[in-house]
């Protein structure tokens, strides 16, 4: 059963502080990796897609790392800002069907002062 | 450029009503996708459109859910008998093909819906 597993639930952190988001995927044949930034609301925007033969890829102050061997990634988020509160989804895409994604149920992320 | 867009926002409506949700793409987009989330669950697909042809389905509940995609442009979802579980935030995207093959999706800012 295609699967992706997000650690932790819920997270609170200080503005200007670093954090890891932490992903885990079960999803086979796979074609790539996203994380999507989703406001209390709103639906969910894209940060970074990732390949099978890419391990990095920095949007801004957010940067993805991507283990294809071991299925893991994390979600890097430098110097967190009052605006980065939000929930962080980790979405996989399989290939053979067009385009299906896998969700993971996210982590919410809140920076206070 | 507008971006997704969906309507209504919200619907609240009782059990055995009949509630249609529409999706305007954005322009362009020949791929258009119907996503749920019930409370505390991950987001799951529902169905995908290329234009007005449906490419899968395979993510629809059951037979009281139709979607349509008339002349490829909007789409509209339809649940008729709503049940309870029916409750969720509906979310709508759509894509083109990116240079590495992978399709970004954007979403829209979703519908939710209340079945009493």
């Known amino acids: 059963k295609n699967q992706v597993e997000q650690s932790p639930q819920s997270l609170i952190i200080l503005e200007g502080k670093n954090c890891t988001l932490q992903c885990n995927y079960t999803v086979s044949p796979f074609s790539n990796l996203r994380w999507y930034k989703q406001d209390t609301g709103r639906g969910p925007v894209s940060l970074t897609i990732m390949t099978f033969s890419e391990n990095t890829k920095s949007n801004g102050r957010y940067t993805a790392t991507l283990d294809a061997d071991t299925k893991q990634s994390s979600l890097h988020i430098t110097a967190s800002q009052l605006s980065d509160s939000a929930s962080y989804i980790c979405?996989?895409?399989?290939?053979?069907?067009?385009?299906?994604?896998?969700f993971g149920t996210g982590t919410r992320l809140q920076v206070t002062l | 450029e507008a971006g997704v867009t969906q309507f209504p926002s919200h619907s609240v409506i009782e059990k055995g009503q009949t509630v249609t949700l529409r999706c305007d793409p954005i322009?362009?987009?020949?791929?258009l996708y119907w996503y749920r989330r019930v409370m505390g669950k991950e987001i799951k697909f529902l169905l995908h459109f290329v234009k007005e042809s449906k490419q899968d389905e395979s993510g629809m509940p059951n037979n009281r859910f139709l979607a349509e995609r008339t002349g490829g442009t909007y789409s509209t979802l339809k649940v008729q008998p709503a049940e309870l579980e029916d409750s969720g935030v509906y979310f709508c995207a759509s894509s083109q093909r990116g240079l590495a093959g992978e399709y970004e999706q954007f979403f829209g800012p979703g519908t939710r819906l209340t079945v009493l």
């Open positions: 979405v996989v895409e399989n290939t053979g069907t067009a385009s299906k994604l896998t």
């Open positions: 322009s362009g987009h020949d791929n």
